[in-house]
C-alpha cells in the first residue's frame, strides 16, 4: 500500500484536494478532524492540565485554546507534545484498518507535514498550492479572519515555495475544481502504476 502525505498551507485547497482523493475511492485520515475528535474526548483532560482557561465541560475550546496560543506563542510545543502522539496513534490505527480493507493506496492529510517531520511516515507528498494572491482572498473570507491572524498562521508554516520544491507530485487549485480533479486523477494513475501500490 502506497502511503500519500497531502498537505498544503492555509488557504491552497487541501481539504478539497482530499475530498478528490476520496472521490477516487482512496481512504483518506483527515488530522484536524482527528484533532477535533481528540478535543472533545481523550486530548481533554491533557489539555486542561495544561491550559485549564481553555476546557469547558470536558470539551476543548479551540478558540479560547488560539487567544492563549497567540499570546503564548511557546506555548505550541507544550501543546503539541501532547496532541502528536495521540494523532500517530489514530494515523497508525486508520492505516491498518486500511491495509486490511485490501486499499492499495491511503491519503494522511497533514497540515504541517513538513514542519512536524511527517514526511518519514509517507512514501509520497503531493502538496496542494494556488496563486498568493488567491489563497489570501480564500483565507481572509473565513469567519473571524483577520490579516494578523493569517499572517501568524503563516509565519508557523513552510514556505509554499520551499513546499512545492520538496513535493513529489503538485496539485494546483487556483484554476477551478475541474483541474484539479484532474490532477489528483493523473496522481493516481501513476501511482497505481507502481509496484508497491498493489502490495
Not at 479560547?64 to 501543546?79: M, S, Y
Not at 494522511?108 to 498568493?132: S, W, Y
Not at 520551499?162 to 487549485?173: H, M, P, Q, S
Amino acid at each position: 500500500m502506497i502511503v500519500v502525505g497531502l498537505t498544503g498551507s492555509i488557504g491552497m485547497g487541501k481539504s478539497t484536494t482530499a475530498s478528490l482523493f476520496a472521490e477516487q475511492g482512496i481512504p483518506v485520515n483527515n488530522s484536524d478532524q482527528v484533532v477535533h475528535d481528540l478535543y472533545r474526548g481523550e486530548a481533554a483532560p491533557l489539555v486542561a492540565a495544561a491550559f485549564p482557561e481553555a476546557v469547558e465541560d470536558g470539551v476543548v475550546d479551540r478558540k479560547k485554546l488560539a487567544e492563549n496560543l497567540a499570546k503564548n506563542p511557546a506555548n505550541f510545543k507544550v501543546l503539541e507534545a501532547i496532541v502528536h502522539p495521540l494523532v500517530r496513534a489514530r494515523e497508525r490505527e486508520f492505516l491498518d484498518g486500511a491495509c486490511r480493507s485490501g486499499a492499495d493506496i491511503a491519503v494522511l492529510d497533514i497540515p504541517l507535514l513538513f514542519e512536524t517531520g511527517a514526511e518519514d511516515r509517507v512514501d509520497v507528498v503531493v502538496v496542494v498550492t494556488c496563486d498568493p494572491q488567491i489563497q489570501k482572498e480564500r483565507v481572509l473570507r473565513r469567519p473571524g479572519m483577520t490579516e494578523e491572524k493569517f499572517n501568524l498562521i503563516l509565519s508557523r508554516q513552510i514556505p509554499d515555495k520551499e513546499k512545492r520544491a520538496r513535493a513529489d507530485f503538485i496539485v494546483d487549485t487556483g484554476h477551478g475544481i475541474e483541474s484539479a480533479r484532474s490532477q489528483v486523477g493523473e496522481i493516481v494513475s501513476t501511482l497505481r502504476r507502481r509496484p508497491s501500490a498493489g502490495e
